[in-house]
């Protein structure tokens, strides 16, 4: 089988490059050699050349996948990734940042400031960072800087944990964006599916990277995808959806697939974990699960909550129901 795809291979070092180009030689891809480009230099001098190129081979989708790994936190201009994003429809960016390089260089206050330049701080922050003294933890870096980057590169969603090697135990902040939840939805299928080294201070559930969670975690419990972490999870969101749902929606319902971009930001929760949660709460008479034209589905036969379904609290809120709303 060979794969229609492009390959750019970008690195700021000859010798890396053509380390890289004698691997291909010797243990071929199954891609055409045409499509396969080794580049010495910056991604930024690069980068419009790529975009150009993703463009004319698809128009309209624009697919595709960057995975700017840097070697420290400064090398990738948070406005390149902004660029991106504005010019490709599909387009998913992974950053890797070392979190320990950045805190640790943030106790030298006099070239912090011209080192973070790419990353867009806003004055207040890099005081903050500054005033720190390093002490700050990756809980706290993380819940400070993700909204950041999400704001700077236009990114609609994330999935923002750090992977910390066993041996080195040095922190690296592995940031994949994208403009659909979709995107996103795989790529926590990828982090529940390997279990390796990936984590986050805090739960799975809603508000995983808030600071209430981060205050009731603080003593440096880790969610790191665990089948216990899962059983939590779920726990946690059956708790609080109906709770959630319940300040949006007083008088109406909400599509499950708007439940899921609503939400997909807030838990390390796949949507067919959301899924599964909604159809215990439909069986236990919390919520209640419309088709696609309205018509309320059956709480006891339903086994299968769909994309085009809607869910809506139930008009007669039971006891249990109440406590748990007011809680």
């Not at 291909?24 to 010495?40: A, D, G, Y």
């Not at 964006?177 to 986050?200: C, E, I």
């Not at 209430?212 to 946690?236: A, P, Q």
Request: glycine share 6%.
């Amino acid at each position: 089988m060979r794969f229609d795809v492009a390959c750019y291979f970008i690195d700021k070092n000859q010798n890396n490059i053509e380390y890289l180009n004698h691997l291909i030689k010797e243990r071929p891809f199954q891609i055409p050699p045409e499509n396969i480009h080794t580049l010495v230099g910056d991604f930024s001098s690069y980068c419009k050349r790529i975009v150009s190129s993703i463009k004319q081979r698809q128009p309209i989708a624009g697919r595709s996948i960057f995975l700017l790994d840097q070697t420290g936190f400064s090398q990738v201009d948070l406005e390149i990734v902004r660029y991106i994003f504005s010019e490709l429809e599909n387009v998913e960016v992974i950053l890797t940042i070392a979190m320990d390089a950045l805190r640790n260089f943030s106790q030298n206050n006099r070239s912090f400031a011209s080192a973070v330049l790419p990353l867009h701080f806003s004055q207040r922050q890099i005081d903050e960072i500054i005033e720190s003294r390093g002490e700050i933890s990756n809980g706290v870096m993380q819940r400070i800087f993700r909204p950041h980057i999400r704001e700077i590169t236009n990114a609609s969603f994330d999935t923002p944990f750090f992977i910390t090697p066993e041996k080195s135990r040095r922190s690296l902040w592995f940031v994949h964006l994208s403009k659909h939840p979709k995107a996103r939805d795989v790529m926590m299928g990828t982090h529940w599916a390997q279990q390796n080294y990936f984590n986050h201070v805090g739960s799975g559930g809603f508000g995983m990277l808030g600071w209430d969670t981060f205050e009731e975690y603080s003593e440096g419990v880790l969610f790191d995808f665990g089948e216990i972490d899962r059983e939590n999870m779920i726990k946690e969101i059956t708790e609080e959806l109906p709770r959630q749902l319940h300040d949006k929606l007083i008088d109406g319902s909400i599509g499950i697939s708007e439940l899921h971009t609503q939400f997909a930001n807030e838990t390390a929760a796949k949507f067919d974990d959301l899924n599964g949660v909604i159809l215990t709460l439909v069986k236990e008479d919390e919520l209640v699960l419309l088709d696609s034209n309205g018509k309320k589905k059956s709480s006891r036969r339903t086994k299968l909550v769909k994309a085009s379904d809607r869910i809506m609290l139930p008009s007669e809120l039971s006891l249990f129901s109440m406590w748990k709303l007011n809680k």
